[in-house]
């Protein structure tokens, strides 16, 4: 199994819609989340991180179940902008390395 | 608010040849990183360095790589032997605390042929 696992999409939206993406990890002692997101070509830019009792910023919304051991993003209102791809970060407790799922890639259409 | 910066933004080397790819982690940051991204793949873990040594690497980071942190500010990524399958983006990043998030620098596009 995968350390991260992402749906990769594409997940192809009208502007306005609301969207969530899902990621899992196989690792339960992981303790450190991230939502990074990704343009084409360029470097991963922090958009989140999850904490335990989930958390919310402005239209982003992201989730942790531990229990399950995935967390969860819900972007609301979606604007064009919204466009990019959508990476998972996951840091296990113990570890320095932070490891990243292979994205998911949301498209946002007029 | 402070960034990484890395040098050159874009590298051209033939195979064989040595590289190195430098980067400028932010001021007050403890721990440094590497990644590289193969052209439509996903961004891998390549060394993490604390406290003036390697505390992780992973098996992509093998005897042809190294890393140092010469003086203080600078951190460096080598590639002694450049192979076809190093071309990659290239990303230092840099964190402040154990759980706090990465700071990616622009990245360094190696190009081997």
């Known amino acids: 199994r995968k350390e991260v696992e992402q749906d990769p999409g594409p997940f192809n939206v009208p502007e306005g819609a609301t969207v969530a993406f899902n990621c899992t990890y196989s690792n339960s002692a992981s303790q450190s989340f991230f939502w990074y997101r990704q343009d084409c070509r360029k470097e991963p830019k922090l958009l989140m991180s999850?904490?335990?009792s989930g958390n919310e910023d402005g239209r982003f919304t992201a989730q942790l179940n531990r229990a399950s051991q995935y967390i969860s993003l819900l972007i609301r209102d979606s604007k064009l902008s919204d466009s990019a791809t959508y990476l998972c970060?996951?840091?296990?407790?113990?570890?320095?390395?932070?490891?990243f799922g292979t994205g998911t890639r949301l498209l946002v259409s007029p | 608010e402070p960034e990484v910066t890395q040098t050159p933004s874009h590298q051209v080397t033939q195979m064989g040849q040595e590289v190195i790819l430098r980067c400028v982690p932010i001021s007050n940051h403890l721990y440094f990183y590497w990644y590289r991204q193969i052209l439509g793949q996903k961004v891998e873990f390549l060394v993490s360095f604390y406290n003036n040594e390697i505390s992780e690497k992973s098996e992509i980071f093998d005897d042809q790589f190294s890393v140092e942190r010469p003086d203080g500010s600078n951190f460096t990524l080598k590639i002694r032997s450049t192979k076809l399958e190093d071309s990659a983006m290239y990303f230092c990043?840099?964190?402040?605390?154990?759980?706090?998030?990465?700071?990616f620098g622009n990245g360094t596009r190696l190009t081997v042929t």
């Open positions: 970060v996951v840091n296990m407790r113990g570890f320095q390395k932070l490891v």
């Open positions: 990043a840099s964190r402040g605390s154990y759980n706090s998030p990465l700071h």
């Open positions: 999850v904490y335990s």
